[in-house]
Each structure stands twice: as C-alpha cells, then as structure tokens.
C-alpha cells in the first residue's frame, strides 16, 4: 500500500475524515487503475472527479477532437482545446487538477481487435460513450474479462445508469442487442440538456470510487433512471438473466463483436 506524504494527507482530508474511507480507503483510491471510455459529457465530470479523489492511474479512450458544440455539456474542454485530441486535453486538465495522478490517453475508437487489451489493466471501467455498438462492446468485454463498469446514457433531459460486477445483470441481459442503425436519436440528432451530463457523470465517478474503496452498495441488478424536467429518480430492479447471451450459464457470444453504427456516430464514440 501507498503511504501518504503530509501533502497527500492535506489534499485528501475531506475523503480521510470519512469513517466509511479514511486513510485505508484513501489508499485504496491511489492505488486504483480505472478506464473511462468517451471524453465527453460523461466521461468529462467522470474523469474529472476520479483525478482529483486521487485515483491512481485513470486511462482515457477517445479517437475524437474537441469540437466547439461539444462545450455545452464536456466541461473538460475549454474553448482554446476546439481541434484538440480530446484525450490531450482531458489530460492536461487533471494533471492541472491533481499533478500526482497517472493518465493514460488511448487516442483511438475502441473496437473488437483493442477493446480486450486495452481494459485488462483496469479494476474498474466508465462507459461514457454515445452509441449503442460501442456501448456493447464495452459490455460484453467487460465480462469476458471479469471487470466491474459503470453503464450511463443520456437524452434530451433524461438518464440512466447500472453498474455490473461478475454476477450481476448486465447489459444484455436488459437489453438483448443493438437496435437497428439509426432507429434511435443521439445527442447530436436528439440534442440533450448541458448539465445532465454532470449528473450522471458524477454517479458514475461515484461507483467507481465506491467499487476501489469497497463502501456502500453499488448500482448493481439496479437501473436507475432520472428525468430532470420533473427531476424524478426511479430505481427499477433488474436481475441476471441465466440465458443471458453472453454473462448467463451458457454463453454464446464467444467473441467481441463491431455492430454497425449510424453514419452520424462514426465521428464520436461519446457524448
């Protein structure tokens, strides 16, 4: 384990005077390695966050460079970023938020020949992404590979969240496959209210500090849901299907596999 310099102590005293944390849970955290998939709305506060809880190596994957629509909602990105690798500038801001934080940038789309490699190394992953491919790709490597992550969506003023651990409900289980190309709007055909993607960004950094530190119980064999026009939060239960394609007692889906993508969503992997 980790033990804290003075400075460390000071930075991190607000999570250390925490009895559910304190300085072994703090430790913890240091020494967590989580992969945040999409530099944008989600993965913007998500990454955020984790850099300055003091994770110790955050990984972030994104083939994307800032665009001047993107700054509504990806705080991450400041209007000088606008051209920038999307990985390069999130970087630059959590090193500026937490020099001590180890980050690792993939500058490229996650897809069936990298999605396996590029996770291995990680306890925890953050689906931040913006289409329903990649959004299983994610899923189904995770399991295959035993991780724990996050999933969260958002739409117009809507959004929703899980986190699956070995044994849990996963995405397929909720949601058999992909739905056909371009059948359902994105943010950039659908549009999406700015700082509904903090909210849920946010309960995704959570999970994952929740996961390192082993505290509370995680959003597991939950949805949650929230609409923020009436800002109404619904928790629906959720349970492991055995038939499960690919987390159930026979699996069939034996490789990772590249859906086809809405020609809109090729551009970005995230919200």
């Keep these: 384990m980790i033990e804290l310099s003075e400075e460390q102590i000071e930075r991190y005293s607000r999570h250390i005077l925490l009895q559910d944390v304190g300085v072994e849970g703090q430790e913890k955290i240091l020494n967590g390695k989580v992969l945040v998939v999409g530099a944008g709305g989600l993965g913007a506060p998500a990454a955020l966050y984790l850099a300055a809880a003091g994770v110790g190596t955050v990984g ?20 000088p970023d606008v051209g920038k690798a999307k990985v390069e500038s999130a970087k630059e801001k959590m090193k500026l938020i937490n020099p001590g934080v180890n980050v690792v940038t993939y500058h490229t789309f996650m897809d069936s020949t990298n999605a396996l490699d590029i996770i291995k190394n990680y306890d925890f992953v953050i689906d931040g992404t913006d289409n329903f491919p990649v959004k299983f790709l994610i899923n189904d490597a995770c399991v295959m590979a035993g991780k724990a992550f996050s999933h969260g969506g958002i739409l117009r003023f809507n959004g929703q969240t899980f986190t699956h651990v070995p044994g849990s409900a996963c995405y397929r289980c ?68 055995n038939h499960c394609s ?7 889906i034996k490789e990772l596999i590249d859906y086809e993508q809405a020609a809109c969503d090729l551009k970005s992997h995230n919200r």
């Design 174 to 241: 909720m949601f058999k496959e992909p739905p056909p190309a371009g059948s359902v709007p994105t943010c950039s055909q659908a549009g999406v209210l700015g700082a509904i993607a903090g909210m849920l960004g946010t309960i995704q950094a959570t999970e994952a500090l929740k996961y390192l530190i082993g505290v509370g119980e995680l959003l597991t064999d939950r949805l949650l849901t929230f609409d923020a026009k009436t800002m109404n939060f619904r928790t629906i239960k959720v349970k492991r299907n």
């Design 246 to 252: 690919i987390c159930g007692d026979s699996p069939i």
């Design 60 to 79: 972030i994957v994104d083939a994307d460079v800032v665009d001047l629509s993107n700054l509504q909602r990806q705080i991450i990105h400041f209007t």
